[in-house]
């Protein structure tokens, strides 16, 4: 028999190496939880080298260890090395499928470089594990309501537990229930709106926003006066300014924009709404100065390059314009209005004929019932004297689009050249009674209707064009005859006067542009 005492001993042995197991077990897990989180901090601080190197040691022994390759992922992202960190993501899936970090490390890598789908299948994945998931769901809402989709959106609001929703999802709920005929609903949320803390002002700014766009002006403006603060700042300036606009009190609308820019000069947004609304007021060379500011906080914005290359052509400088063109057209080459735009500016040029005729007909080749295809092809057409083709393209392009001025303008001015004075005309008076502010139009309806006789009908068709462009010296001239015609002789010498000023400046211009072309005749296009 074995002694109590050997007996003791062996419990006592047994009990220490139970201890120690436990403590080297301890020991391990308590070293591989600081090693994680010391980490992640590396990575958080920016200290990515020392970061990297620790996840190299541990992903050398244990190369499918999942938080290491999520842990390494980040880091990835951090280093802009994004396909890299899609494959550890990846990597981590098929280890874990359901690993909830690299799902939505995927959805935010994705959303990130525009990969709508992708971003869309990472955060439905969540989801189906973790219905309640807050910002799974957030980011869900916001996909599905700017894909239209705006029941699924509400859905996927309504999955967040209510005291989880962040304010910020007001004004994207009330959007998605404008667009489903639910405005019922929002009054319940203007309500929470206004419970909202000082500190959460910029939601309500939103909020005010998503009411302006759905045509909800009154309840827009009653809710900006229940959210004054004493002191408004910009932001709030140039919400208020667009409520003035809405209602109509366009002058005080000005002067909020004005101050709001004062306030912050280097705001993208306001430089942007400046812009449109000094367009809006045919005040071109303001809104193009805006612009170019609004190009220099947020240079290669497609929406900035488009205004920028429509308003330099519409204050004649073409080159500008030209350039703005490009610019857009390189970002996105093939966006059918990126190509309509570049294509036109190189038509109003006269030159850089190599690349305008190619472009337009790729574009009619790709896109046959494209308008604005076919209109460029039929300007070049046009340029080119083939009348008949330029009439069929003209023609075939205002069937596709009946609205499009332009097309119809330039109709116009085929058809007068054809000797079609009386289609001509009323094409002219098409364009001008749909658009007032077709300088072009007037200009050229005033010619007309002098040729034809009706000199009060030219009159005021052309004193119209001269308020819109007082920089084309044609009209100068035109209106000049008129006045002669009428026998208002002082007015009449005035405006040839200004003319012969204007037409001098113009050939100067031009000498200046050609002359350094013609001594440098290798020069290539920008």
Same mark, same amino acid.
């Given at each position: 028999m074995v002694s109590r005492a050997v007996m003791g001993e062996c419990k006592a042995w047994r009990l220490g190496a139970l201890v120690v197991i436990v403590f080297v077990l301890a020991s391990f897990v308590i070293a591989e939880v600081p090693s994680r989180t010391r980490i992640a901090e590396l990575i958080r601080h920016d200290q990515l080298p020392a970061a990297e190197q620790q996840l190299w040691d541990i992903l050398t022994l244990h190369p499918d260890e999942v938080w290491a390759l999520e842990l390494m992922g980040e880091l990835r992202i951090r280093q802009s090395r994004n396909a890299e960190a899609e494959a550890l993501f990846h990597r981590v899936l098929e280890i874990d499928p359901s690993s909830l970090e690299a799902q939505r490390s995927l959805g935010i890598l994705s959303k990130s470089e525009g990969k709508v789908a992708e971003a869309l299948a990472a955060y439905e994945a969540i989801v189906k594990i973790a219905p309640h998931d807050r910002d799974a769901n957030l980011a869900l809402a916001a996909i599905y309501e700017r894909s239209g989709k705006y029941q699924d959106s509400v859905m996927a609001v309504e999955r967040i537990p209510f005291t989880s929703r962040p304010p910020d999802v007001l004004p994207l709920l009330a959007d998605d229930y404008f667009k489903l005929a639910q405005s019922d609903k929002v009054p319940s949320l203007i309500s929470q709106v206004l419970r909202l803390p000082s500190l959460k002002k910029g939601t309500a700014l939103d909020f005010v926003a998503v009411l302006?766009?759905?045509? *909800? #002006?009154?309840?827009?403006?009653?809710?900006?006066?229940? /959210?004054?603060? =004493?002191?408004?700042?910009?932001? *709030?300036?140039? #919400?208020?300014?667009? #409520?003035?606009?809405?209602e109509g009190r366009r002058a005080e609308a000005r002067q909020l924009l004005a101050e709001a820019l004062r306030l912050q000069p280097k705001s993208f947004d306001i430089l942007l709404d400046s812009g449109r609304f000094a367009a809006q007021e045919n005040r071109w060379k303001d809104s193009v100065e805006l612009l170019r500011r609004a190009d220099a906080v947020k240079p290669d914005d497609p929406a900035v390059l488009m205004k920028l290359a429509v308003e330099y052509a519409q204050i004649g400088e073409l080159e500008l314009a030209r350039v703005a063109s490009k610019r857009l057209y390189d970002l996105e080459p093939e966006n059918p209005d990126a190509q309509y735009a570049y294509g036109r500016i190189l038509q109003e040029t006269q030159r850089f004929q190599e690349i305008l005729d190619p472009l337009a007909r790729k574009m009619v080749a790709e896109r046959p019932s494209d308008p604005h295809a076919l209109f460029l092809l039929g300007m070049i057409d046009y340029d080119e004297g083939n009348d008949n083709e330029s009439h069929q393209e003209f023609t075939r392009s205002l069937q596709l689009d009946p609205k499009n001025n332009d097309t119809r303008y330039y109709l116009a001015l085929l058809t007068? %050249?054809? &000797? +079609?004075?009386?289609?001509?005309?009323? +094409? !002219? $008076?098409? =364009? #001008?009674?749909?658009?007032? +502010?077709?300088? &072009?139009? @007037?200009? $050229?309806?005033?010619? /007309? %209707?002098?040729? @034809?006789?009706?000199?009060? &009908?030219?009159?005021?068709?052309?004193? /119209?064009?001269?308020? !819109?462009?007082?920089? =084309?010296? @044609?009209?100068?001239y035109q209106l000049g005859l008129v006045y002669a015609r009428l026998g208002m002789t002082e007015q009449a010498k005035a405006q040839t006067e200004i003319y012969e000023k204007l037409h001098q400046a113009v050939n100067d211009k031009?000498?200046? $542009?050609?002359?350094?072309?013609?001594?440098?005749?290798?020069?290539?296009?920008?």
């Open positions: 302006l766009q759905n045509g *909800y #002006v009154q309840d827009a403006s009653k809710l900006m006066g229940a /959210i004054q603060p =004493v002191k408004p700042d910009a932001a *709030y300036l140039h #919400v208020l300014a667009r #409520v003035r606009e809405a007068e %050249r054809q &000797g +079609n004075f009386d289609e001509a005309r009323t +094409n !002219l $008076e098409q =364009v #001008v009674n749909a658009e007032p +502010n077709h300088a &072009g139009a @007037q200009q $050229e309806l005033g010619v /007309i %209707r002098l040729r @034809q006789g009706n000199i009060a &009908g030219a009159r005021a068709a052309l004193e /119209i064009a001269l308020k !819109l462009r007082p920089d =084309v010296p @044609q009209t100068h031009l000498k200046s $542009e050609i002359l350094p072309q013609s001594a440098n005749t290798k020069s290539a296009p920008k």
